[in-house]
């Protein structure tokens, strides 16, 4: 006696499209935990009052990058990652050469309000030396003399030169601008706990798998 089996529908091919709707439905639900946990830490950033620039740094990539695996996976990460790591969990800060730490008072930044500012950065923009005045209480300074600013946002002295190209202050006393802050160190608070945010987005993934398959049936 010869018997034969057939199975209707084709048993193979239902669980060829289960394993593709279980690829599908675990990559979309990875990307979509991880799309989740970078928009959580730029939102913890911005809130933190850091700005939208260091915000923007936070960047999230799916492996693979191209189709779909059941092994799928998300990378979320900063671009800078000491600047993150520092507000995530507080940091000491000191000078690299082991003297001042150089803090622009907001004159200064509303001086020079793009890019890094230090005193070498701000003389060569303003066209002002900057004189060292110690304080043994609170930190000490670096000071423009005899200075005014002009509308554009330039320092210059405020000197006037003689024909004989002696010069003489327009004013009786000398007048002196605040321009930077010398501290020997700065204890950067914590502002940020990332950590706080990465069990949610764990915790969503089995159900943004399940509801990905479903609506890829």
């Given at each position: 006696?010869?018997?034969?089996?057939?199975?209707?529908?084709?048993?193979?091919?239902?669980?060829?499209e289960e394993t593709k709707a279980a690829e599908r439905a675990v990559t979309m639900g990875v990307t979509q935990a991880g799309e989740r946990l970078k928009s959580?830490?730029?939102?913890?950033?911005?809130?933190a009052g850091l700005g939208t620039k260091l915000a923007r740094t936070i960047r999230m990539a799916r492996y693979p990058k191209q189709g779909t695996s059941i092994g799928a996976a998300s990378l979320v990460w900063s671009k800078a990652p000491q600047i993150i790591g520092a507000h995530d969990e507080g940091a000491l800060i000191r000078s690299k050469?082991?003297?001042?730490?150089?803090?622009?008072?907001?004159?200064?930044?509303e001086r020079i309000r793009r890019g890094?500012?230090?005193p070498g950065i701000w003389e060569r923009r303003t066209g002002m030396p900057l004189r060292f005045i110690y304080r043994r209480s609170g930190p000490s300074l670096l000071?423009?003399?005899?200075?005014?600013?002009?509308?554009?946002?330039?320092?210059?002295e405020n000197?006037?030169?003689r024909k004989d190209g002696t010069s003489?202050?327009?004013?009786?006393?000398?007048?002196?601008?605040?321009?930077?802050?010398?501290?020997?160190?700065?204890?950067?608070?914590?502002?940020?706990?990332?950590?706080?945010?990465?069990?949610?987005?764990l915790a969503d993934l089995p159900v943004l798998i399940v509801a990905n398959w479903v609506e890829g049936r």
């Open positions: 006696m010869k018997m034969s089996v057939s199975f209707s529908p084709d048993l193979a091919k239902i669980m060829a959580d830490w730029r939102a913890q950033i911005t809130g050469n082991g003297f001042w730490l150089a803090i622009p008072t907001p004159v200064a930044r890094p500012l230090d000071v423009a003399d005899n200075a005014r600013f002009t509308k554009s946002g330039r320092v210059r000197v006037t030169r003489y202050s327009r004013l009786a006393g000398r007048t002196v601008v605040p321009i930077f802050l010398l501290v020997p160190q700065v204890k950067l608070q914590k502002r940020l706990d990332l950590d706080r945010d990465a069990p949610a987005g």
